[in-house]
C-alpha cells in the first residue's frame, strides 16, 4: 500500500458520533471521565460483575476489574484536557481481544463543548485500519445505532437522571 492509499484509508476508518446533553461541558466529562461505570452499558462489559473505571490522567488506563481479581486494560489515555477533552487508544479489537499496545489500537476522540441549551459531546474513533483482520466490520458496528451512538445515549440517561 502506497503513503497515499494509506492516508485514503485513514480519512474513511473514522466512527463519528454526537449528542446534546442537558448539562454543561465540565459536568458532561466529569461524568464521562468519573463515573464510566455508572453509565456503560452492561452488555457491552466483558463481565456482567465488572467494574469499569478511567484513571483521570495522561497514561492512565480505561479497565474494567472482573470478578476473578484481574484488571482487563479497555484502553490508555493519551490526553486529558480538563473540562474538554479526552482523548484514549481504543484497545478492544474487532474480535473482543484486548490489545496490549496502544500503537496498534484505534484512538477515540471526545470534545465536550458548551452550547446554549447544555452541552454537545463530540466522539471520533479513529485508525480501525489497525485493527487488522475485521476492521472495516468494527468501523460498520461502530458507527451503527448499537455503536458509538447507543454508548453516549446511556450518558445521556445518566446525566439526565444526575
Not at 452488555?43 to 474494567?64: A, D, H, I, K, Q
Not at 490489545?99 to 466522539?123: C, K, R, Y
Request: glycine residues 8%; charged residues 25%; aromatic residues 12%.
Amino acid at each position: 500500500m502506497t503513503s497515499g492509499e494509506t492516508g485514503v484509508l485513514e480519512q474513511f476508518s473514522l466512527c463519528k458520533a454526537d449528542i446534546r446533553l442537558p448539562t454543561n461541558a465540565q459536568t458532561a466529562y466529569s461524568c464521562f471521565l468519573e463515573k464510566l461505570d455508572a453509565w456503560w452499558p452492561p452488555e457491552y462489559r466483558f463481565s456482567p460483575e465488572g467494574v469499569l473505571g478511567l484513571e483521570p490522567l495522561t497514561g492512565g488506563s480505561c479497565y474494567e476489574d472482573v470478578e476473578d481479581g484481574r484488571r482487563l486494560q479497555w484502553g490508555t489515555i493519551q490526553k486529558l484536557e480538563e473540562g474538554r477533552k479526552i482523548v484514549l487508544s481504543w484497545q478492544v479489537s474487532p474480535k473482543r481481544l484486548l490489545i496490549e499496545t496502544p500503537q496498534q489500537s484505534g484512538i477515540v476522540t471526545i470534545d465536550f463543548i458548551d452550547v446554549e441549551d447544555g452541552a454537545q459531546v463530540n466522539l471520533v474513533h479513529s485508525h480501525f485500519e489497525r485493527y487488522g483482520d475485521g476492521w472495516r466490520e468494527y468501523l460498520r458496528a461502530m458507527n451503527s445505532s448499537a455503536g458509538w451512538p447507543y454508548c453516549l445515549s446511556k450518558l445521556k440517561v445518566y446525566i439526565t437522571r444526575y
